[in-house]
């Protein structure tokens, strides 16, 4: 956790707004601030600033300039792994694709990141009640 702050920052990387809708509404608190990326270039450009929590899906439509296919899921794991920044970030991949998940996971976890794979069909509020208990704890502990 970033000492200097007084919130827990997620980074939420899904490009479906009912999905990304529904997590804010569940992860919402008022030492929770959640920053939103709808694309795989705007994950991108958030890694460089250190997360405490973040939330990654695969399939990401990316802006498509001619000649580029835009920058997926396991875009987004590359710069992860390479910008190092966010090393001690505990990640998870809410993808509903399983290969995609699983490779991205793979290379997280290669890589030394914590990781855990939690489909977003799988979010109920007894899993979020309990990652927001943990987020929270954490920022507690590393406040003391």
């Known amino acids: 956790m970033a000492p200097n702050r007084n919130f827990v920052l997620v980074l939420l ?3 479906d707004e009912e999905r990304a ?23 991108v450009g958030c890694i460089r600033e250190k997360f405490d929590l973040i939330l990654l899906d695969h399939d990401l439509p990316g ?8 920058i997926d899921g396991r875009g987004v794991v590359a710069k992860i792994v390479a ?14 694709n399983p290969a995609g998940r699983n490779e991205m996971a793979r290379a997280l976890v290669s890589n030394g990141y914590l990781v855990e794979i939690r489909p977003f069909a ?19 502990r590393n406040l003391s």
């Open 13 to 15: 990387v899904e490009d």
């Open 21 to 43: 809708n529904r997590i804010k509404y569940l992860l919402r608190h008022e030492q929770v601030r959640i920053v939103h990326a709808r694309l795989g270039e705007q994950a």
């Open 63 to 70: 802006e498509r300039p001619l000649g580029s296919s835009g």
């Open 83 to 96: 910008s190092a920044v966010n090393r001690s970030t505990p990640i998870i991949i809410h993808s509903m």
């Open 122 to 140: 799988e979010w109920d509020d007894g899993y979020t009640k309990a990652l927001l208990e943990e987020l929270l704890c954490s920022f507690d």
